[in-house]
Structure formats: structure tokens, C-alpha cells
């Protein structure tokens, strides 16, 4: 074990991801102090990984780390989002971090826990938020970082965040592969950008997740429409992905689809996995929190939400399966070209895309605003488009977007993505329509449609909403011919409620 303070940075919480980040740290010649609350996790990992570019100092506990850590420290946590991150910090605290050094919670923390814990830790230690998207092989080779906190804090750590980020090449915007997995990148443009203080790096982590939460759903209704509808098998349906991942919709999503769904199933290889995978899914509530975030602030982030429920809805799996021998559907077949469904079905994810990263965008767009961040769009979007689970070519055109025009309003309204919903609308529509007559369930396709349908509305029903409100509440309502702000009330004339005889007892 050695102690002397040599060692670049630590890394405390060795489950996959926290080893996984170590390894590409060390692969780029930093030192990196490991520490994991059970010993013998830590000295295999330790003894399993000789001879990176940097290496690895074995630290038996909290006071062994911050020994062996140059001045001023840096230690990233990778531990469970929650009360265990408060946990580390006091112990860290205990051990001998101070004032100038960094502690780094890498972890899919909520945001507000970030700006709690800076103002809380703030003259004990400089609190740093950053979020880590692209799984454990992104945090191995290269994932997308989102760093929030101080700016002072930002610059120790650039460094290092640059060199293990993902790397893009910067004219085309694709990602670079590595020559030989485990071989550092050189050149390229690092996935990660400072987005601003507090908790702005892990609210825009959350909010990829909520756009990841969506594209999930969104290809799953694509893959469950043209199954039903086209009675195709795992591997035809892998071979559309497949051809669909040379176009617009390149991405790792998309990507990795084709692959799940040409698995064959290890226990019957003449099956596919995919159709032994039971169809009830999990999560961990990244997007329950952008969800809920969306609610708080009044921004409408319809399709993120439904792809929160959806996610709820097929959890229900025994309801679902009891509902099914009783609730009655059309009896529908699909007897149009089945190549027009495919290309149908295609451009109506892409276009449902489309509102799901506007969704995301106003949702940041307003969070600025609450939380006094500044926020460069352009850049969100730009280290997006490598490393991360919703990396895709797709994002190029959204870092154009926001470079061309900083203050957009709406990703819809940038004249690139207008026309891209122009030419794409009728198919859509025609996917939604025969989701519903044929009664699957395409929640987010339906939903990205709806919000489509009001954003670009000039009248929509509230104003009967708003007599409602006023009739029954006088809640009042604006009239159309007044100045906004100027609110009005009806003493509405309410029919005479029937009369109750009173019984006077006599
Ligand atoms: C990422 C992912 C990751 C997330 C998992 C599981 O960016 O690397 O978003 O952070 O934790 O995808 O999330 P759910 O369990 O909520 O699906």
C-alpha cells in the first residue's frame, strides 16, 4: 500500500462502473487511488489490473486515499445516488479532505441533491456534481461527462475529464473508435464540456435520461408495430433496424436494437432471446425525476412522461394478462404494402424523436431560468453525440441547430428539423392511425404526435377549460380582446337549485 501522496486521483466505490472509470483513467497515465468499502473487492480488482499506463494504488481505507493523493486532492465517489453519497462525503471529511480539495459525485445523483450538498460541504470541501452517461463500456473506453459545480473546481479536473471522455471527430460529429479497445484516442473532440454550476451537470444527465427513456420506447413501438403488423420475425426485424442505423436514425440505440433482436435465445437457439424476454420493464427513476420535473416547472414533456408509464403499464404484466381475456379490441389486419409500413414506421420514430429531444430542450431551456444556470445548448448537444446511450448522427444536426440560433425556442422550430417533420408528418400520422385501429399501444408515438399537434396550435380548447374553471370555482379566465394579464370573472347564471324542503320537526 504505498502512502506517499503521489497518486493524480481516487476512486471510491468499485462495482462496475467505479472500475471501469479507474481503468480508463489509468489507461490515460493517471495514477488512480482505489478505494472500495469491502477490502477484497478492491485488492482483486487491484492484483486482476497490473501494469496500466498510470496505475493503481491499492488504499486499504479513507485515510489511506486521501494519504496517497496529490495536493489538491481529487476523489470521484461512485457509489448508490442517495443517502450513501452523504455517507462517503462525511467520512472523506473524517479522513483528511479539506477545504481545497474535490470531491466528485459521478453517480446519477438529482440534481438538487448536487446544490444541497455544494452550499452544505461548501468551506470543508469543493463538492463537484458530474454526470457519466454510456454504461460500463462507455465509462471504460470513453463516456459522455456533464460536469456541474464550481468553475474553480472545473479547472483541476478538465484535464482529466478530457482526456477520458469520449472523443468525436469534430467536422462530421461521429464518434472515433478506439484502434484497439482499451488504446487511448488520440485527437478528437472530448464528450464533455463544463455546463454550469451546482447541480446543472447532473440536471443534464438527468434530462439525457429522460430523452433516453423515450428513444427506448419509441424504437420498442417501432420493433412491437411492424412485428404485429407485419408478422416479422427477430431476425427481419433486426435486418430493418440494421438499415435503418445507415441513415438519419444512426445511433447507439438503434444499433444495439438490431443486435438484441438477432440474438438467438441460449437456451433454444432456434428461438430468439428477445421473445423469451419477459416484457415487463424496470427502472430506476431518472425519468420519474424529469418527469416530476416537468410537472413542477409546467413544462409540457408529454412523451418523456409516457414513456415513464409505459414502462409502469407493462410492469402490471399479471393485470395485463387477466385484462386481456376480458377487454375486447378490433379484430385488424394490415393489408396495405409492406414496404410503405416500414418506411412509414421509420419516419414516424424519427419524427417522434424529434419532440422528444425538444421536450428535453425545453425542459433545460426553463430550468436555466429557475436555477440561474447559463446554458449552452449547442454544447450540450455536441458532447452528446459520443459516448452516451442516446449518442447519435442525429445530434450533429441538433449541435447545428443551436449554433445557428443560441435562443431557439423549440428544437421543432429550427428550419433543418421543420422540414424534416413536414416530410415526415403524413407517414407519421398514418402509423398512428393504425395503431389505433389495429389497438396496439404506441403511447409515445401517440403522445410525440399530440404535443406536435398542440405546440404548432394557435387555438386550442382551454378557453372552455377556462369557463369551466370560472363557472364552478370563479377561478377567472382573460378574454381574447383585452390585454394579457387582464382577468375576468362571470357570475355565471347558475340554474336555481332545486329547492330542499326543510323538515321543521312539527
Ligand atoms: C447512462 C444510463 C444510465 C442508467 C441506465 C438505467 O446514461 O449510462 O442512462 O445512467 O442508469 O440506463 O436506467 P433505468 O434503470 O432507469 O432504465
Known amino acids: 500500500m504505498a502512502q506517499n501522496a503521489s497518486a493524480d486521483v481516487g476512486l471510491i466505490g468499485l462495482a462496475v462502473m467505479g472500475q471501469n472509470l479507474a481503468l480508463n483513467m489509468a489507461d490515460h497515465g493517471f495514477k488512480v487511488a482505489v478505494y472500495n468499502r469491502t477490502r477484497s473487492v478492491m485488492e ?103 460536469p456541474g459545480g464550481q468553475a474553480s473546481a472545473w479547472k483541476h479536473l478538465e484535464p482529466i475529464w478530457n482526456s477520458i471522455a469520449a472523443k468525436v471527430d469534430e467536422s462530421s460529429g461521429r464518434p472515433m473508435e478506439t484502434a484497439e479497445p482499451g488504446k487511448p484516442v488520440r485527437g478528437g473532440m472530448p464528450c464533455t464540456s463544463y455546463i454550469g454550476e451546482n447541480g446543472a451537470g447532473h440536471y443534464v444527465k438527468m434530462i439525457h435520461n429522460g430523452i433516453e427513456y423515450v428513444d427506448m420506447q419509441l424504437i420498442s413501438e417501432a420493433y412491437f408495430l411492424l412485428k404485429k403488423l407485419l408478422d416479422l420475425k427477430s431476425d427481419e426485424l433486426a435486418a430493418i433496424f440494421a438499415q435503418w442505423n445507415q441513415g438519419d436514425l444512426d445511433s447507439y440505440l438503434i444499433q444495439i436494437t438490431a443486435e438484441i433482436l438477432r440474438q438467438p435465445d441460449p437456451a433454444d437457439p432456434d428461438g430468439f432471446l ?173 403522445s410525440a404526435l399530440a404535443y406536435y399537434d398542440g405546440y404548432r396550435s394557435e387555438f386550442l380548447p382551454a378557453n372552455l377549460l377556462q369557463g369551466q374553471r370560472d363557472y364552478f370555482g370563479a377561478h377567472t379566465y382573460e378574454r381574447t380582446d383585452q390585454p394579457r394579464g387582464a382577468r375576468f370573472h362571470l357570475d355565471w347564471p347558475h340554474p336555481k337549485r332545486p329547492q330542499i324542503p326543510i323538515d321543521s320537526g312539527g
Open 274 to 446: 428477445v421473445d423469451r424476454i419477459l416484457d415487463a420493464a424496470q427502472q430506476k427513476g431518472t425519468g420519474k425525476w424529469t418527469s416530476g420535473n416537468a410537472l413542477d416547472m409546467g413544462i409540457p414533456a408529454n412523451s418523456i412522461a409516457e414513456a415513464v408509464f409505459a414502462r409502469c403499464l407493462s410492469a402490471l404484466k399479471s393485470e395485463r394478462v387477466e385484462a386481456s381475456r376480458q377487454l375486447s379490441g378490433p379484430a385488424f389486419s394490415y393489408r396495405g404494402d409492406r414496404r410503405e409500413l416500414i418506411a412509414a414506421v421509420r419516419d414516424a420514430l424519427y419524427c417522434s424523436k424529434i419532440c422528444a429531444y425538444a421536450q428535453g430542450f425545453q425542459l433545460m431551456r426553463q430550468a436555466q431560468v429557475e436555477y440561474r444556470w447559463k446554458l449552452d445548448f449547442a454544447s450540450i448537444a455536441r458532447i452528446w453525440r459520443g459516448g452516451c446511450i442516446i449518442r447519435a448522427r442525429f445530434l450533429q444536426k441538433i449541435t447545428e441547430a443551436y449554433t445557428r440560433d443560441p435562443e431557439l425556442v423549440n428544437l421543432m422550430l429550427d428550419p433543418y428539423f421543420e422540414g424534416q417533420i413536414r416530410e415526415g408528418q403524413a407517414h407519421w400520422r398514418r402509423v398512428v392511425s393504425l395503431a389505433a385501429q389495429a389497438g396496439l399501444a404506441a403511447p409515445a408515438f401517440m
Open 44 to 146: 482483486r480488482f487491484v492484483a486482476d489490473n497490473p501494469g496500466t499506463p498510470g496505475g493503481l494504488v491499492a488504499c486499504a481505507s479513507l485515510p489511506d486515499l486521501a494519504a496517497a493523493l496529490r495536493k489538491p486532492r481529487k476523489v470521484i465517489i461512485l457509489v448508490q445516488a442517495g443517502p450513501a453519497v452523504d455517507r462517503v462525503i462525511s467520512q472523506l471529511l473524517e479522513a483528511g479532505i479539506e477545504e481545497d480539495d474535490l470531491v466528485v459525485d459521478c453517480g446519477n445523483s438529482l440534481w438538487t441533491d448536487t446544490i444541497r450538498r455544494e452550499r452544505e460541504y461548501s468551506g470543508r470541501c469543493l463538492f463537484f456534481g458530474s454526470g457519466v452517461s454510456g454504461g460500463e463500456l462507455g465509462a471504460r473506453y470513453g463516456p459522455s461527462m456533464m
